[in-house]
């Protein structure tokens, strides 16, 4: 084989390896009884859910709060597993067993969507996080516009809704005594034009 076919050759081997990596890199999630797959996230996606972690990490340093990133399973329910993008607990964490992989106490949810996220099974997860007793707070960040949606919980029934899409909006946390503002969280991130001029609800 001479040179120029040995160097396409190993080009294709190194594509295809990257194109199965891909593929076999993707974590599942068990919801409803259904396997769904959590695709690798792409740059942007990364960068908010490395800014949100830094901006709440750096305030709760020290505190009685911990904030975990990408990994963290937790339960929905009594037969569904997923990886919110990020995930804080106040106070003492539980977890199912000694693996301490599955927290079973989350105190704030925070999923990175795309618009192309499918909407029925975005729909679901968060009714799903929503009727964790321990959740308080419970945060949907596009990742292709200036835009989050924001669930408090009020009381068992009840959740306050609101939608930011300004720059300057500031997000509080107060189950973890914490705000964040929309431009920490989208810092560096090339966005789309927003669809919706709605202003914050307060």
Not at 32 to 39: E, I, M, Q
Not at 97 to 114: A, G
Not at 148 to 156: F, K, L
């Amino acid at each position: 084989m001479n040179p120029t076919a040995l160097d396409q050759h190993s080009a294709g081997k190194a594509k295809n390896f990257q194109s199965s990596e891909r593929r076999d890199a993707v974590k599942h999630e068990y919801f409803n009884g259904r396997v769904l797959p959590k695709p690798a996230a792409n740059r942007w996606h990364n960068l908010i859910a490395s800014n949100f972690t830094i901006a709440v990490g750096s305030r709760v340093h020290g505190g009685k709060s911990e904030v975990y990133t990408g990994g963290m399973r937790i339960r929905v329910g009594s037969d569904s597993l997923c990886f919110p993008d990020i995930v804080v607990v106040s106070g003492e964490p539980k977890f199912a067993d000694e693996n301490l992989d599955i927290l079973q106490n989350p105190t704030v949810v925070v999923e990175v969507f795309s618009n192309l996220t499918n909407s029925s099974d975005r729909t679901q997860k968060l009714e799903g996080y929503l009727a964790i007793p321990s959740v308080k707070e419970c945060l949907l960040v596009n990742e292709d516009e200036l835009r989050i949606e924001h669930y408090t919980r009020q009381n068992p029934k009840q959740w306050i809704y609101r939608i930011y899409n300004e720059r300057d909006d500031v997000i509080s946390l107060d189950p973890v005594n914490c705000k964040v503002s929309l431009s920490e969280i989208y810092a560096q991130v090339k966005l789309k034009p927003s669809e919706l001029t709605s202003k914050a609800v307060n």
